[in-house]
């Protein structure tokens, strides 16, 4: 199955800085990676996602790059704000069939600091 | 949001029982499925289904039964808990595939169980 890695763990940045998550997947064949957000004691909801036929995708302060040489994809938001605050995740699909079996990554605390 | 809702959202049980856990949909989607969230592993996929009683495992499916008789809902079903079972577990549903790939999942509001 796809293999999801996933960095920094924990990332502080100031209010207004960018901040940058970045992760890997193993199968090359994999066409479809979207990024979550989860709130403290909310769901994880999608923020942004990426298909294998573009390299970047934007959406307002939130942007996501794909490299399909390198097998990895990263999240870019720009403009920080408080309540960018949250724990991202990025996740893969397998590569055919399955549906949305996604695997995921780790996650990514953020924190956005006044 | 999704029409999925999941219940009950908590629930205290002794190792040993067995404990039920319920996701319904109102979206008419295809897939649906089970994750658990524990610090540091994110949201591991327990088990997952394609169709009516179509149903396979995922990478942490040990412990975990489910059914799938209609399709707005799906049931996990621990059949005798263990404390390394208590964690918070999510149904996610979708449409399953577009003509570009796989469609967005989404996540109902979570079920907290604790194993004692």
């Known amino acids: 199955g796809e293999n999801v890695e996933q960095h920094p763990s924990t990332l502080s940045v100031q209010e207004g800085d960018s901040a940058v998550i970045k992760c890997t997947y193993s199968?090359?064949?994999?066409?479809?990676f979207p990024w979550y957000k989860q709130e403290l004691g909310k769901r994880p909801q999608l923020i942004i996602d990426?298909?294998?036929?573009?390299g970047e995708k934007k959406d307002q302060r939130i942007a996501v790059t794909l490299n399909k040489t390198a097998k990895h994809f990263s999240l870019h938001i720009t403009e920080t704000q408080p309540e960018d605050s949250a724990v991202y995740f990025c996740?893969?699909?397998?590569?055919?069939?399955?549906?949305?079996?996604?695997?995921f990554g780790t996650g990514t605390q953020l924190k956005v600091e006044l | 949001d999704a029409g999925i809702t999941q219940s009950p959202r908590h629930k205290v049980t002794e190792t040993g029982t067995p404990v039920t856990l319920r996701c319904h949909q109102t979206?008419?989607?295809?897939?649906m499925y089970w994750y658990r969230q524990d610090p540091g592993h994110g949201l591991r996929l327990i088990h997952y289904?394609?169709?009516?009683?179509?149903?396979d495992k995922g990478e942490v499916s040990d412990g975990y039964s489910v059914s799938r008789s209609k399709t707005e809902d799906f049931l996990l079903t621990l059949e005798s808990a263990t404390s390394s079972q208590t964690s918070v577990y999510f149904c996610?549903?979708?449409?399953?595939?577009?003509?570009?790939?796989?469609?967005?999942?989404?996540f109902g509001q979570g079920t907290r169980l604790t194993v004692v």
């Open positions: 996610a549903i979708s449409g399953g595939q577009s003509a570009g790939g796989p469609t967005e999942a989404f």
């Open positions: 199968d090359s064949a994999s066409n479809y």
């Open positions: 990426i298909r294998s036929n573009v």
């Open positions: 996740a893969a699909p397998p590569p055919r069939g399955g549906g949305n079996k996604l695997t």
């Open positions: 979206e008419n989607h295809r897939y």
């Open positions: 289904s394609y169709g009516v009683k179509d149903t």
